[in-house]
């Protein structure tokens, strides 16, 4: 029996180790670092759209495990058996690796599937992937990308639950998977850059900056950690190693944690999360896509950062995804 799944301590110890040799004296080079402009009419590069066989035998697998009476914890690859799908997931996990960094599976009918079994047909390809884990210290394995109605001027408050703009940032995880079920009225798109091609500006705009990008950054907890733990942690954005370039960014935790009153940013980190921001929005990095109900998405978070319009709902049918995280190894 395979792993099931990560608690979300194990799975941020997993990701947050990463080697470091030195810094990059070059720019970097490769699949994954590319600009949004030369993807937009290159979707055989990351878009997949699943076969009508391959869409019913994840629906098979999902409705025999939700018939079967087991919880998302009950279920792992031996459980969930694709016998033709398993070895396309694992082409989709080389894109993600060694390709762009990304892969986008269209065709999955979320119409036809309760909302159990839509979790769980998710739920099953990831584990094909990899290692589910939990997303927050609450160990939420599964989670519900949709407007809580909390307010998104509270600290404590994950913008995912909420319909306001998030800047670019990567997840705790080596990878991030959406399922799209129900999309918004207006906005809520999808958007995301090549970290290393962030990386690749900075050093041909400030190259003296570059060096604070290896140094440690400090970044909010949000409320989301042990009470007697520093409500901040400190984590250098990125690491090298081996020629590989693998980045955790977040901006907005990056920018809030000034907010603690023993806190402030040294030279060059307000510089570099600036930069990072405009470098990031410039139209001809970043690449933008609208996800379909039925849409799969699935990111690694060492070379893609991410982010999400805001957007306005239908409240007869409101923008609802789910969220998997996980890791590879």
Not at 179 to 204: D, E, K, P, W, Y
Not at 219 to 245: I, N
């Amino acid at each position: 029996m395979t792993s099931r799944y990560r608690s979300f301590a194990d799975q941020t110890r997993h990701y947050f180790t990463r080697l470091h040799e030195a810094v990059p004296a070059l720019p970097l080079t490769g699949p994954s670092i590319w600009r949004g402009a030369d993807l937009v009419d290159r979707e055989d590069l990351w878009m997949v759209t699943l076969t009508t066989e391959e869409a019913d035998e994840i629906t098979r697998a999902a409705r025999s495990a939700v018939a079967s009476g087991y919880d998302l914890e009950d279920v792992d690859r031996d459980r969930f058996p694709l016998p033709t799908v398993g070895s396309k997931v694992r082409e989709w996990r080389n894109r993600i690796e060694e390709g762009v960094g990304f892969v986008v599976v269209r065709g999955l009918p979320v119409t036809a599937l309760s909302a159990r079994e839509a979790e769980m047909a998710f739920w099953g390809v990831g584990h094909h992937m990899g290692i589910p884990g939990a997303q927050n210290p609450d160990q939420e394995l599964l989670g519900h990308v949709r407007d809580y109605r909390e307010a998104d001027d509270n600290p404590h408050v994950r913008l995912y639950r909420t319909t306001a703009n998030i800047e670019f940032h990567c997840d705790a995880a080596d990878v991030v998977g959406l399922l799209c079920l129900s999309t918004a009225a207006s906005g809520g798109q999808s958007r995301i850059v090549s970290t290393g091609q962030l990386f690749n500006r900075t050093l041909a705009e400030a190259p003296d900056l570059v060096p604070a990008l290896f140094e440690p950054f400090a970044l909010d907890r949000r409320g989301e950690g042990a009470d007697d733990a520093l409500p901040y942690y400190f984590l250098p954005p990125c690491a090298y190693a081996k020629g590989e370039l693998r980045t955790f960014y977040h901006s907005e935790y990056m920018r809030s944690v000034t907010r603690h009153v023993d806190l402030e940013m040294p030279p060059g980190q307000p510089e570099l999360i600036e930069l990072y921001d405009r470098l990031g929005a410039d139209p001809d990095i970043q690449l933008d896509m609208w996800l379909q109900p039925g849409d799969m998405q699935f990111l690694s978070n060492h070379s893609i950062a991410h982010a999400r319009t805001a957007y306005d709902d239908d409240p007869d049918n409101p923008r609802h995804l789910l969220r998997l995280w996980l890791s590879l190894e």
